[in-house]
């Protein structure tokens, strides 16, 4: 069993609606980030966090610690927002080794 | 806003060749990361560096990977003598905490072993 799960896989949406990913993980840790991979294949960092919620400009991030589950929501979806959004663990003894979900396939489309 | 640089941005080798993969972290980081990507797989651990020493390695990183900090800016991969199995993205990233701050990660370089 992976120790980060990303749903779904794949996500095709239209321009303006409403998208959550989700994102579950089995073993303790000290913070979740949710990133975003370009087609070129570079990497940003959208959020950290290890409690609450966090927002920045259209995206909203979720953290439940007790059901060890995440989501990622983008309001107002826009084909700029298409691209790979990867959930990654950091864990409880080791902060800054992260583990990685598969990511989840974003195409919004006009 | 500063950035982490990676060069070159892909890397072609034969197999058996020696290859180092560059970084420049930002300037005030003080903890390095090496991950990579292979093709279709998700983003894999190798090696992180703190006070010019490793401080945590994956299983991944074996005898044939090595990192250095040579002069106060860069941050070197170097892999001693590459494997077909090697070819995948690798991602440099830094942070300014560890495990408590984002990681601000490079373009990436794209290795091709032949």
């Known amino acids: 069993k992976n120790e980060v799960e990303q749903s779904p896989q794949n996500l095709t949406a239209q321009e303006g609606e409403f998208i959550t990913i989700n994102c579950s993980y089995s073993?303790?840790?000290?913070?979740l980030h949710w990133l975003q991979q370009h087609p070129g294949g570079g990497i940003v960092s959208l959020f950290m966090?290890?409690?609450g919620k966090k927002k920045h400009g259209r995206l909203i991030a979720t953290i439940n610690i007790q059901e060890k589950h995440s989501s990622l929501h983008i309001t107002a979806s826009h084909p700029r927002d298409s691209a790979v959004y990867i959930c990654a663990v950091g864990g409880e003894t080791s902060g800054s080794r992260l583990t990685f979900g598969e990511g989840t396939q974003l195409t919004v489309n006009p | 806003e500063p950035e982490v640089t990676q060069t070159p941005s892909h890397q072609v080798t034969q197999m058996g060749q020696e290859v180092i993969l560059r970084c420049v972290p930002i300037s005030n980081h003080l903890y390095f990361y090496w991950y990579r990507q292979i093709l279709g797989q998700k983003v894999e651990f190798l090696v992180s560096?703190?006070?010019?020493?490793?401080?945590?390695k994956s299983e991944i990183f074996d005898d044939q990977f090595s990192v250095e900090r040579p002069d106060g800016s860069n941050f070197t991969l170097k892999i001693r003598s590459t494997k077909l199995e090697d070819s995948a993205m690798y991602f440099c990233?830094?942070?300014?905490?560890?495990?408590?701050?984002?990681?601000?990660f490079g373009n990436g370089t794209r290795l091709t072993v032949t």
């Open positions: 073993v303790g840790i000290s913070a």
């Open positions: 990233a830094s942070s300014s905490d560890r495990g408590y701050s984002p990681l601000h």
């Open positions: 560096f703190y006070n010019n020493e490793i401080s945590e």
């Open positions: 966090l290890s409690s």
